[in-house]
T-cell receptor, first 116, second 115 residues
Framework: AQKVTQAQTEISVVEKEDVTLDCVYETRDTTYYLFWYKQPPSGELVFLIRRNSFDEQNEISGRYSWNFQKSTSSFNFTITASQVVDSAVYFCALTRVSGGFQKLVFGTGTRLLVSP | EAGVVQSPRYKIIEKKQPVAFWCNPISGHNTLYWYRQNLGQGPELLIRYENEEAVDDSQLPKDRFSAERLKGVDSTLKIQPAELGDSAVYLC?????????????FGPGTRLLVL
């Protein structure tokens, strides 16, 4: 069975602080994909990044960076110099390659509050 | 390019009443998903369509929920009769072909409150 755990329910930081959102996953598959989505107050989930199980390279995109470690089954997300606009709920998700079709399993999300 | 469109954005009904949600996916996307998101939880898949065909509806409570995607474009999700526990956000998403590595694009959701 697939499972995603986001143990941090809510994190509060002050603007310009760095913050890391943790994601731990469970799967028996050797081929899978991991995703991060952002859900602002408007409600829609916004895609941030995708990583496949064979690519453990870390990725940086502006103030965002992701650390994928298969050895610990983690796919953590760091925001550097946080801003008020980063306030949202962030979801980590996992999909198995089952017949080639996607079935996303989401974690419970981490609510990030960035205050000025 | 227009995103995924959902309506209504909010709906308040009394229990035992019927309710319907509508979704129009991104143009050209063959795969459409309906998710339910309970308060404080991540979205959970209810049903997935490949064109007109429902290919994964194992999580859809079939006694009261139904869905259709006529002509393989827009879709309607219906609850009849609604129960208190159905209060949630119903999200629609679409992707090009539903393959594992594709990005799913989400609409803003319909927030349902059953009184």
């Amino acid at each position: 069975a697939q499972k995603v755990t986001q143990a941090q329910t809510e994190i509060s930081v002050v603007e310009k602080e760095d913050v890391t959102l943790d994601c731990v996953y469970e799967t028996r598959d050797t081929t899978y994909y991991l995703f991060w989505y952002k859900q602002p107050p408007s409600g829609e989930l916004v895609f941030l990044i995708r990583r496949n199980s064979f690519d453990e390279q870390n990725e940086i995109s502006g103030r965002y960076s992701w650390n994928f470690q298969k050895s610990t089954s983690s796919f953590n997300f760091t925001i550097t110099a946080s801003q008020v606009v980063d306030s949202a709920v962030y979801f980590c998700a996992l999909t198995r390659v089952s017949g080639g079709f996607q079935k996303l399993v989401f974690g419970t999300g981490t609510r990030l509050l960035v205050s000025p | 390019e227009a995103g995924v469109v959902q309506s209504p954005r909010y709906k308040i009904i009394e229990k035992k009443q019927p309710v319907a949600f509508w979704c129009n996916p991104i143009s050209g996307h063959n795969t459409l998903y309906w998710y339910r998101q309970n308060l404080g939880q991540g979205p959970e898949l209810l049903i997935r369509y490949e064109n007109e065909e429902a290919v994964d509806d194992s999580q859809l409570p079939k006694d009261r929920f139904s869905a259709e995607r006529l002509k393989g474009v827009d879709s309607t999700l219906k609850i009849q009769p609604a129960e208190l526990g159905d209060s949630a956000v119903y999200l629609c998403a679409s992707s090009l072909r539903g393959l594992a590595w594709e990005t799913q694009y989400f609409g803003p959701g319909t927030r349902l409150l059953v009184l």
